[in-house]
């Protein structure tokens, strides 16, 4: 069971009110999704890179199939787990999939659609609410229920900064809305790093992408500068930690509990050592959202933990250290030491309830 887990397709849901950035920022990742393929479910797939769909070749009316692997399909909410089984099915490829919500959605709804699909094959990957920061303040005037959007978020992008005279202010604002990660972005660019694991180009072969058929020469095809995945790591601040002594359970947690906004991304595996020797542990962060992933331990694989954190202004030193200081299961014989932990393992009766 723990092994079909770790194969699982994280869901990520892409909300946001008219005009924020949503389809921008979905055409960025799909863009710059590098080796990756990513299913994306759309209310109007009309609005997204048609050129782009043209050149790869359509499938019907409503199904879109593109030479990278990405799908987008015009879909009713009350179809949604029908789109989910196709995108998740062997047969297509897929790496991650993208809910991009209408501008009108209630994103709760969708998020416990998606805990609630009967498709073994994909897990919930959290909730990005995006931002129009020009136009914040009108927003919340005309729209009261987004202050309770940003509250459920996990990870809040706040879009078009270069258009806010205020920018500054508006992401204060936004953080003092939010328990979740904010990331300023213009254009929608933000690194895919932050929502999936993006798989090196190379490893596709024999199939054209959105990166094959892209200008490389410095400008979108939109006009629009050029935003390569080299140039965005460029701006934020990564830390790797291994370790070859186990982590201590209540220790870790204690260090996830209190991760600074600024961190953005976790991904990496776990060692608890004697606490579930059978087992590692994936585990994958965006924003404040928080999963567990116990698999077996692959055979001959070193016992190591290996975790990368990806971030902006925060101190790497400094979270190195604390993680440093994380390692070494106090008790090897305390049975409620991994209880923590288990509350974000899906389908254990600790893990949290939906939002």
Known sequence: MANSRSAQIPVVVLAGFLGSGKTTLLNHLLHRSGGSRIGAVVNDFGSIEIDAMAVAGALGDSTVSLGNGCLCCAVDASELDTYLARLAAPAAGIDVIVIEASGLAEPQELVRMVLASEQPEIMYGGLVEVVDAAEFDDTRARHPEVDRHLALADLVVVNKLDRAPDADRVLGLVRELTEGAVLPATYGRIDPEFLFDCRP????????????????????????????????????????????????????????????????????????????????????????????LPEPWPPGADRLTQVVLIGAGIDADALGKELDASRGAADETDEQAMWGVLRYVPGSEDEPGTP
């Open 201 to 292: 180009s190379e490893e596709r072969v024999g199939q054209l992408s959105f990166d094959d058929l892209h200008s490389h020469d410095g400008h979108e095809q939109d006009g629009e500068p050029d935003a390569h995945p080299a140039h965005l790591h460029s701006a934020y601040d990564t830390l790797s930690f291994t370790s070859d002594t186990p982590m201590d359970p209540r220790a870790l947690m204690r260090f996830l509990d209190s991760r600074p906004e600024g961190l953005y991304r976790i991904k990496g595996y776990v060692d608890f050592g004697a606490h579930d020797p059978a087992n590692r542990y994936a585990v994958h962060a965006v924003g404040r959202f928080l999963r567990f």
